[in-house]
């Protein structure tokens, strides 16, 4: 199973989501609302506490860190810590924030293409806050094979994601659809809003108090935990936003948080 297909959009139109994502986190106003947040969300808290007694021996990369959110509590454990992001903002804030910690590194990366980093070198990879759904359903799995390609057999691996089963089939719309470009359009009508439903992944406006027009990814969560069983990863755990563990499939059809934490293990 792969996520290719779920979504077929004109090239022009796949480039102009990409381009509104990484200019919005470009933006020094983004910046600023993003380095308010200093706080694990519940989810985050509770991976924290399961690998902590592990942490000392692990080498880090930490994707999409925004910030610097979360390097403020993984970095300081770790026996190594990389932090990266698409965005040069971000990571320029992350060097100034951190300026003192000689021993982290912060550097300009896109999950799609992670070729700055070597095979089977990292411990721990976490792509948290929904990093994952800023890029297009067809890139996404270039995300998965990249992160296992830089983990270690046996190594973890978490992310976030949201939760295609929090918004009723009757909301799956465009807020802005004058801006989207004309290869979009057939995604206005009924018919094919129904099939990008049962496909299991949509895009949608969004954009968390940051930017409206952001361009999200919405994905059924048991579409996401076969994926995962299909590419042999094991340990599997879903966590729902209150830190809680999703411990069997009947739960995760019902779950409708805003957004999951999958974490599990690669061979």
Not at 110 to 129: A, C, I, T
Not at 154 to 163: A, E, K, Q, R, V
Not at 224 to 235: A, I, R, S, V
């Amino acid at each position: 199973m792969s996520f290719s297909g779920q979504i077929k959009l004109e090239r022009h139109a796949m480039h102009e989501l990409d381009a509104v994502n990484k200019n919005t986190y470009e933006k020094s106003n983004v910046v600023d609302i993003y380095a308010q947040r200093n706080k694990l969300q519940p989810p985050e808290r509770k991976i924290f506490r399961i690998l902590k007694p592990k942490l000392s021996t692990m080498k880090m990369l930490d994707i999409g860190i925004g910030a610097g959110r979360t390097t403020s509590y993984f970095a300081p454990l770790v026996k190594e810590y990389t932090g990266v992001d698409y965005s040069k903002s971000m990571i320029d804030y992350c060097k100034k924030r951190f300026k003192s910690n000689s021993n982290y590194k912060f550097e300009i990366a896109d999950s799609r293409s992670l070729k700055l980093f070597e095979d089977k070198y990292y411990d721990f990879v976490l792509f948290s806050f929904n990093g994952m759904d800023f890029i297009l359903p067809e890139e996404r799995e270039m995300a998965f094979k990249e992160m296992e390609r830089v983990c270690k057999s046996n190594g973890t691996i978490c992310f976030s994601s949201h939760n295609l089963l929090s918004v009723g089939r009757a909301h799956i719309y465009w807020r802005n659809p004058k801006s989207i470009l004309a290869g979009l359009q057939p995604l206005m009508n009924k018919e094919k809003i129904n099939t990008i439903a049962t496909n299991d992944i949509v895009i949608r406006d969004g954009g968390e108090g940051i930017n409206n027009n952001l361009k999200i990814c919405y994905i059924n969560p048991s579409i996401q935990l076969k994926y995962l069983k299909d590419k042999g990863y094991y340990d599997i755990k879903m966590f729902n936003l209150n830190g809680f563990e999703i411990a069997n499939l009947r739960k995760v059809c019902k779950c409708t948080d805003p957004w999951l934490y999958y974490l599990y293990k690669i061979r």
